[in-house]
């Protein structure tokens, strides 16, 4: 595995490196030792898979907020996405940065964003697929939301938006005074 930094503190693009022949090929996804080289040591409990069947959907922005706030390691396995991670920690030098990155069955690259990060994605093929891991369980009391087109993030999405849920279109933009979070 190959990781390779963002413009966003702490985040990463991951590039595996797969090893090929007749049969195919064989990648390693997840290594304690080489995720411990950029500071993750912590475990993971919990993994998720989703599909999205329509192109130029929009999924997020989400997060969860301490206690339960989650770092998280994505994949897409079918498909492509723009993958979309938004940096809310309050004392992060890259507060209210964003950084976005195609994921592709593909292209076979993952990312890592750390704790208080919002993350969301838009489909850039019907049927898409990915796999999720996560350092923190789901807690629904500490999810919450970024609207997605928040003109605070000015996230260039490559495609118009296709579908949006009702939940990810009704988030409130931030404003001026959000705070983001504390980890």
């Not at 595996?16 to 080289?37: H, I, S, V, Y």
């Not at 130029?56 to 998280?72: D, F, M, N, V």
Request: aromatic content about 14%; glycine content about 8%.
């Amino acid at each position: 595995m190959k990781f390779l930094e963002t413009s966003l503190a702490g985040a990463y693009v991951i590039e595996l490196e797969p090893f090929r022949d007749e049969r195919g090929f064989f990648a390693r996804t997840f290594c304690q030792n080489e995720f411990a080289k950029i500071g993750f040591d912590k475990q993971i409990v919990q993994i998720n898979h989703s599909l999205t069947r329509q192109k130029a959907t929009i999924r997020g922005l989400h997060y969860q907020c301490s206690p339960a706030s989650e770092i998280k390691i994505i994949r897409c396995v079918q498909g492509a996405v723009f993958d979309v991670m938004v940096d809310i920690r309050l004392s992060s030098p890259t507060f209210r940065h964003w950084h976005g990155v195609e994921l592709s069955k593909d292209n076979m690259r993952m990312v890592f964003m750390p704790g208080g990060f919002a993350h969301g994605f838009q489909t850039l093929t019907d049927n898409a697929e990915l796999i999720y891991h996560h350092s923190a369980f789901y807690e629904p009391q500490y999810e919450r939301g970024l609207k997605y087109d928040d003109p605070a993030f000015a996230i260039r999405w490559p495609l118009p938006a296709g579908i949006v849920s009702s939940r990810d279109r009704n988030f409130s933009f931030i404003g001026n005074s959000f705070q983001g979070i504390k980890i």
